[in-house]
């Protein structure tokens, strides 16, 4: 059993990683220059935008987490890479809560 809840995953895809990159610009809603991107949380309703982070196709990763517009403590911050390959792209995935919910469990295990 882990104690901490991270998780890692690899995925081969049948897609060049330039589709990979461009479903990924499709799918992420990116905060604007004057928003602050550790807390930014997207308030646009498209449906298209299923998640909410950075994407930087030059160093082959991105930094996503799940968009929603209500308070959520355990939602996961999603950090990848994308490799390309003769049959598709590699995609590294890794899976682990998002900063302020580590302090608060840490906090929370000392306290109790």
């Known amino acids: 059993m882990n104690v ?4 890692q995953y690899t ?12 479903l990924l610009d499709a799918c992420v809603l990116r905060p604007q220059p004057h928003e602050n991107n550790l807390y930014f949380r997207h308030t646009n309703n498209n449906p298209l935008h299923k998640f909410s982070g950075a994407i930087y196709p ?3 990763s991105f930094e996503i987490s799940p968009s929603v517009i209500y308070s959520q403590s355990y ?6 890479k994308v490799d390309g390959s003769r049959s598709g792209a590699i995609v590294s995935l890794s ?16 306290i109790t």
């Open 4 to 7: 901490l809840p991270f998780k």
């Open 11 to 22: 995925l081969v895809v049948p897609y060049r990683a330039d589709e990979v990159w461009a």
């Open 58 to 60: 030059k160093k082959q």
């Open 75 to 80: 939602i996961p911050m999603i950090k990848g």
């Open 95 to 110: 899976f682990r809560p998002l900063p302020g919910t580590l302090l608060i469990g840490s906090i929370a295990v000392i």
